[in-house]
């Protein structure tokens, strides 16, 4: 599913919160200036494409997740309790990192 950018028209995959273009928050409803990312939010760049990563929410997961859909991903961070996603809008690359705050 696409869902286009109120502010920018950029196309966007309808699971992302934010435009990878302008910054839009769909969250939010405006447009998160540079610098004020949202506390705990990352400002990553894809390595292959050199644009930003969209901050996609925090996974947090319990008793049987492990085992679930990622399978073996989650036995890398089997110590941690959460993560933040972000997804390369381009490319589709997925990472985790554990949360900042
Ligand atoms: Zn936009
Ligand atoms: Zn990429």
Known sequence: MIKHCPNCQAEIEEA????WNCCYSFTEERVIETGEARPGVRNINCLRCNIPLVFSGNFKFHEGVR???LGNLFELFVNRE???L????KCGKVEFFTPLI
């Open 16 to 19: 992302f919160e934010m435009c």
């Open 82 to 84: 959460s993560f933040d």
């Open 67 to 69: 085992t679930g859909v």
């Open 86 to 89: 972000y997804i390369c809008p």
